[in-house]
Nanobody
Framework: VQLQASGGGLVQAGGSLRLSCAASGSRFSINVLGWYRQAPGKQRDLVATITSGGSPNYADSVKGRFTISRDNVNYAVYLQMNNLKPEDTAVYYC??????????WGKGTLVTVSS
């Protein structure tokens, strides 16, 4: 599975951004889609995931501010980010976990939130 993320950019604190990720390749391998992020000097952390049935899961730090969604017809996943904070600054990566538990990663997209 190949993943291509887009939508990052520079935004002021309190603003919003919407990330998109298009999945391609073996459609039968597209299962749980998600977003992770990695801030400078830190490890890559989970932001949100969504199952093929549409059940979301969020990191506590983004609950109530971020919304993950997916389009099973066009094999895409989205992350709507509202009320952004400077600590949300990171490179955001989309991810697929197939039914065998194998992970695929896209190239990241940078989100910078200024105070």
């Amino acid at each position: 599975v190949q993943l291509q993320a887009s939508g990052g950019g520079l935004v002021q604190a309190g603003g919003s951004l919407r990330l998109s990720c298009a999945a391609s390749g073996s459609r039968f391998s597209i299962n749980v889609l998600g977003w992770y992020r990695q801030a400078p000097g830190k490890q890559r952390d989970l932001v949100a995931t969504i199952t093929s049935g549409g059940s979301p899961n969020y990191a506590d730090s983004v609950k109530g501010r971020f919304t993950i969604s997916r389009d099973n017809v066009n094999y895409a996943v989205y992350l709507q980010m509202n009320n952004l904070k400077p600590e949300d600054t990171a490179v955001y990566y989309c991810n697929n976990r197939d039914i065998a538990g194998r992970y695929s990663w896209g190239k990241g997209t940078l989100v910078t939130v200024s105070s």
